[in-house]
């Protein structure tokens, strides 16, 4: 049962609300992580002590705890395996944080027990995506009948930190681009996915289908009809950026779709260089993220995406013919970028393993690899046959936590 779910169901809210325990030695962040968890409808008791946490952790039977990992009495690792070793706690989330960014200290969270590692400062939107996840899959527990535990003072809210002051400043709008060297590169997977990402934190997304050669997003999330792109592309290009929102479709609260849809082999849509550069103003609104399925290769109908584009994502296999063609785009598309344009690449794994060190692979390439996304055939198979995205049917497998994972470095950049 997920967390959107509860708050519709307000028969459920106060037996079975999410309880979360928040231990951290800082009393500033301590109230405004608290503040944060709360202003987003969990039931939150937070404690400055590492034992004390222990012990509210045992009586409170919480859903999910969020430790610091360095505290004076006890680090946060310690109170992790504690809070492993207790029965009644099997089914505990745990995420710990810190300001320590180390390899080797989230390694040894892992190895502690912990479920996720977030190093400080944390964006509000990344510590409620980090909670959401985790809780996705869980059911909450019927709490204990007692009086509950008593929580850490709040400050007085005109000695409250600012959030940006604990966890950074908010994001702007972005336009990201995601372009393959070819096609099966997983281009429209990865657009999808990362679309859909952004959206389960409520941050307004729209996910664009220029792969006009294809139009795979409508049948990937089982969208039938015709509208969107195919309506636009009869417009003059004076008149496209006018009937974008009657075009768009809702997919759910915070994603919104404009597509493509192709039905026979000869009914390809077609966008003049002029259209396609209204549709490129015209969807770039303030507080709106926009992801576009580029499709392979530059044409002329991406060019003016790719030219205005906050961020642009190269997606790949480590293959001999898609390394040389990408190889071959990359200083084109330095070229077309805006100068304070981010270019990143992403090599899609569909194999599970890649057999070029990514060292070479960079060194091939003049520049570092953002991620690698492993692919698996049964979550493949699996989003195809359930029309959804990875990061929703299979929240915790590597791809969905990867992709995540790039989403959340493209809106913080």
Not at 360 to 389: D, Q
Not at 399 to 409: E, G, K, L, N
Request: aromatic share 4%; hydrophobic share 40%; with cysteine.
């Amino acid at each position: 049962m997920g967390h959107s779910a509860l708050q519709n169901n307000p028969m459920s809210e106060k037996l079975l609300s999410y309880k979360l325990l928040v231990i951290d030695d800082h009393p500033e962040t301590l109230s405004i992580i608290q503040q944060v968890l709360e202003q987003h409808g969990y039931d939150v008791t937070a404690t400055d002590s590492a034992i004390h946490g222990i012990s509210l952790a045992e009586m409170e039977l919480p859903d999910l705890v969020l430790v610091d990992g360095m505290m004076p009495e006890m680090d946060g690792w310690e109170v992790c395996r504690r809070l492993r070793a207790m029965p009644t706690l099997a089914d505990l989330r745990i995420i710990m944080f810190s300001a320590v960014s180390e390899a080797a200290q989230k390694l040894a969270g892992f190895d502690a027990g912990a479920d996720d590692y977030l190093t400080k400062p944390t964006e509000p939107m990344e510590l409620i995506d980090r909670v959401n996840t985790l809780l996705e899959n869980v059911t909450p527990k019927p709490r204990p009948n007692h009086a509950p535990a008593q929580k850490t003072q709040a400050l007085p809210e005109s000695k409250l930190p600012s959030l940006s002051s604990v966890f950074g400043e908010p994001e702007e709008s972005k336009l990201i681009a995601v372009l393959g060297v070819r096609g099966g590169s997983g281009t429209t997977t990865l657009a999808i996915n990362l679309a859909a990402g952004l959206a389960h934190n409520q941050r307004a997304t729209t996910l664009v289908d220029l792969d006009l050669a294809q139009g795979h997003i409508a049948h990937y999330l089982k969208q039938n009809g015709r509208g969107g792109l195919n309506t636009l592309a009869s417009l003059p290009p004076e008149a496209v950026a006018g009937n974008i929102a009657a075009q768009l479709r809702p997919y759910h609260d915070s994603l919104q779709l404009l597509l493509t849809h192709i039905h026979t082999w000869d009914d390809h849509v077609s966008l003049s260089p002029e259209q396609a550069a209204a549709l490129a103003d015209g969807l770039t609104q303030p507080g709106q993220h926009v992801v576009v399925d580029c499709g392979h290769r530059i044409t002329a109908v991406n060019r003016p995406f790719l030219e205005q584009a906050d961020e642009i994502v190269i997606c790949l296999q480590p293959q001999r013919t898609s390394l040389a063609l990408a190889r071959q785009e990359l200083p084109t598309l330095a070229e077309l970028m805006l100068p304070y344009a981010q270019l990143r690449l992403v090599l899609m794994d569909f194999s599970g393993q890649i057999k070029v060190p990514q060292e070479a692979i960079e060194k091939y390439l003049g520049m570092a690899i953002t991620a690698v996304v492993p692919l698996t055939p049964k979550e493949m198979n699996l989003a195809a046959s359930k029309h959804h995205p990875i990061v929703q049917i299979n929240p915790q497998g590597q791809a969905a936590i990867t992709i995540r994972q790039i989403a959340r470095q493209l809106v913080k950049a």
